[in-house]
């Protein structure tokens, strides 16, 4: 692995928490940073060493904080500084680590930045955000909005309307358009200082790294990607130099280009590649970004799923980047499906035992621990529209709200799954063969097994077209370990190279499997719904 990459990435596996949903410690209906603080007990039980936080930064949540109004303010509904300063301190002293979501691509209409940007007198601000230089003049190629301000001119967006988009510059500025300002101006060098230091801010705080939000979408007109990677090399450069143990996370999926553009880690997921989709949501997921229409996901009970379809992405991306960083494959995040939608709790475990035995840093989305259900036909909150479902509060026991909050059912953020039969946390707890003590089980595995380790090699010993089932070898200096899993409803049989694996020893997860040698090598079959981790020489 690349030196100038943090050593403690070996080791991590990431918890994504959506802070608004997780746990209200002042009753107020809204998750917060001190009921966080006070639930790290239960993320470190599972084998979690590092917390990702969506946006906490002050906004006025018209797409739930990546809507940014103050880049070093903690949002009220939060806490404060203060409260930040706890949670940092109280994650350090445990071995654990913080990663923020920073939005550097847009920010608020309501920034101070952008309403200074508004005005039709020139000032500092005015090219900090993409501005036509006419209010009748579009911007083909890029969402606008127009008529926003007394400015004579459209502003570009980056998502919804209210996300203006600030100003990396363009790779190739079209000469006849000279409000297309090249990513050398003045005024764009100044903008990118200040996110700069926005970092900075925080790193100086002790936060351990980033996760960027749409991380390619900087620069515009950027055809090749050469002027983005730029934009991220100059920033891993400076990190190197002045906070060699920082992080950063891209949401970029498409780990060859981020990887080595400057990134430690980038996202396989939903958006870029069929790749994801096609192992979990290719059938079920219809919220933001259906990449995979009339595609069976692998990990389906019907067995119709077709595992070439990652494969043919991921070994690519691995490939070019193993040496450089790691690729991040979540249970899931905020904005697509719950995990658990469409499977049974068997269905789930295969699932997960496939996510925390490949290479790469594990990421597990809150709630997933214990299989908690997507919602479908919520009312949109704060921007949410389909992804809403997936963003409902912890289910922590069979309290009030679940545990999730002391307040009245119709102050919370979002309702509380009303199902009698809802997983929680205090009901798995002492169930040794439930969901969560599967995943603790699961990760611990993984960290005392090199082998299965996110530095651990990978060598796919079957998979194709056709077959449910999939096998593969992790491998570091003399352990080797066989992985075998069928999603399936049905068994599946399997046939590898002899040479590949001499005998099996240990079983140290699942089912204990059988090999037969045939002249054509070892062959195996998997029961339904089944999965093997096997020590092997």
Known sequence: MDKSVPAWLADAVFYEIYPQSFADSNGDGIGDLEGIRQRLDHVQSLGCNVVWLNPCFDSPFGDAGYDVRDYRKIAPRYGTHADMKRLLRDLHRRGMRLCLDFVPGHTSVEHPWFQASCKPTPNKYSNWYIWTDSVWTGAPGFSTVNAFSDRDGQYVTNFFWFQPALNYGFAKPDPAQPWQLPTTHPDVLAMKQEMRDIMRFWLDLGVDGFRVDMAPSLVKGDTDGAAMNAHWGEIR???????PN???????????????????????????????????????????FPWSEGVTSFFDASGNGDITIFLKHWQAAYARTRELGYISLPTGNHDITRLSIGRSEADLKVALAFLFTMPGVPTLYYGDEIGMKYLPGLTSKEGGFGRTGARNPMQWGEGRNAGFSSAAPSKLYLPVDTDPERPTVAAQENDPDSLLNFVRALLSLRRGQSALGNLGGFDLLHGKTGSSALLYLRKNGKQRVLVALNPAAKPAAATFPAKAVNALGENLFGRQLKLKKTAAGWQVTLPPRSFAVHAVA
């Not at 450069?237 to 906070?243: A, G, S």
């Not at 920082?246 to 590649?273: Q, Y």
């Open 237 to 243: 450069v400076w990190m190197r130099e002045h906070y």
């Open 246 to 288: 920082a992080m950063l996370l891209a949401e970029w999926s498409d780990p060859a280009k981020a990887i080595p553009a400057g990134f430690h880690v980038d996202f396989m997921i939903h958006c870029g590649t069929p790749a994801y989709n096609s192992l979990f949501r290719a059938e079920k997921q219809r919220t933001c």
